[in-house]
């Protein structure tokens, strides 16, 4: 009896695995972006890429490029890729997780991004983590990697959640619990009647935070809903069903349930300093951020959208969609238009503000942020302050101009 990470690497390494045992297995994609490529390439020296149809490069971490410097990295990103031939994504085109989560991620797959948040894809049953550009450049020289299999922590959402209640407040209610460091190098499995009710967008907000409680993956069912997801984006074939096997083993269970989750919002600078909005209401903001790849998806914008249309912002509003075709489905939405009348700045498909390299706080600032990290110095300025919450706490905040319980407000 197997949970959903045992499966996938017995699968894919051939033979019967279970936690503890260590595994090499074939890698179907290997990512890196304008943040981690360049050192990648550098490691790789001379030895050629050994399957460059499953290697791909992003622009995505300073997208526009805000310096020579950082345009002289991706000449050197764009070169490479030329060289052996590899999928370049631009400047524009997206983050590299909802990028690859809209072309490549699978059921089964095994993908390593350099980059800690490759943990998003495992909502589509993939499984994926972040490793570093050493070990990125291993894999495109040789085409696989070893890992350990994980222990897994099975997280099951019963029942459904209430309105404005998301699953970004699901996650951080969770990780108030097992704190930053409680699932360290162990699966994340999400599972029970409320993850099947949730959409695969909201399932990979969760997936991309398994990282902040130090998880190595964070896995969803490939159910019916995944199966939908994939034909949306013309990859039917791609898709297996995937479930844990009812007897299988944890080391440990948690339980949520649905209707008792309430707005949450993580203070500064612990991902797991949590709190219920209601116990910060009032408390005034100068920017609202709404975007990344933890809520930078169309359904993130709908939400928001829905609360700002007819209102205006009181604070700084900035929004940067998570890939171009986000951006593209929400223009032909009207969502934009909501946005930019109720007083935002869109920014291009990319990371914009999440790593403060082309939107930076000023001294004292306070943030209000869908991304996934508050750390100190997150947003350019050690001297700022930066809090988390869903895409409906930052869209009702932005109306008020303070932290603001998203309930009170229709839309």
């Not at 619990?177 to 967008?201: M, N, P, W």
């Amino acid at each position: 009896m197997k949970t959903i990470s045992e499966k996938i690497l017995s699968k894919r390494s051939g033979k019967d695995v279970e936690s503890g045992d260590i595994v090499a297995v074939p890698v179907d994609l290997v990512f890196a972006h304008d943040g981690t490529l360049p050192l990648a390439i550098q490691q790789l020296g001379d030895h050629p890429v050994k399957y460059p149809d499953k290697v791909a490069a992003i622009c995505d971490h300073a997208s526009p490029s805000p310096s020579e410097k950082v345009s002289n990295v991706q000449i050197f990103m764009r070169h490479f890729a030329r060289k052996y031939g590899l999928e370049f994504f631009e400047n524009g085109d997206g983050i590299c997780h909802q990028i690859v989560f809209e072309r490549y991620a699978a059921p089964y797959k095994v993908i390593i991004g350099g980059d800690s948040h490759t943990c998003t894809h495992g909502a589509v049953g993939a499984f994926a983590t972040g490793m570093g550009s050493t070990d990125v450049a291993a894999i495109m020289a040789y085409g696989k990697t070893w890992l350990k299999v994980p222990e897994t922590i099975k997280v099951e959402l019963l029942g459904q959640l209430n309105e404005k209640v998301h699953s970004k407040d699901v996650f951080l209610d969770l990780i108030s619990q097992i704190t930053a460091d409680g699932a360290t190098y162990k699966a994340l499995e999400f599972a029970g009647e409320g993850i099947r009710h949730l959409s695969v967008e909201s399932r990979a907000t969760l997936s991309n935070m398994a990282i902040e409680a130090g998880a190595k993956v964070g896995l969803c069912p490939a159910d019916a809903k995944v199966k939908e997801y994939l034909a949306q984006h013309k990859r039917d074939a791609e898709y297996l069903p995937l479930y844990a096997d009812r007897a299988a083993a944890y080391a440990r269970e948690v339980q949520i349930r649905a209707e008792t989750v309430v707005p949450m919002i993580a203070k500064p600078h612990r991902v797991d300093n949590v709190v219920p909005v209601t116990d910060l209401e009032g408390e005034e903001i100068d920017q609202v951020c709404l975007g990344s790849c933890t809520n930078g998806r169309i359904e993130d914008l709908r939400v928001a959208a829905g609360i700002l249309d007819g209102k205006q912002s009181k604070t700084r509003l900035v929004v940067y969609p998570a890939s171009r075709s986000v951006l593209i489905q929400a223009v032909r939405e009207g969502i934009m238009e909501t946005l930019l009348r109720a007083g935002a700045a869109i920014g291009p498909p990319g990371c914009g503000f999440c790593i403060g390299r082309t939107v930076a706080l000023g001294d004292g600032e306070v943030a209000l942020s869908t991304q996934n990290r508050n750390f100190k110095g997150r947003m350019g300025n050690d001297n700022a302050y930066i809090y988390l919450c869903s895409p409906s706490t930052a869209a009702a905040s932005a109306i008020t101009g303070k932290i603001t319980d998203p309930r009170e407000h229709n839309g």
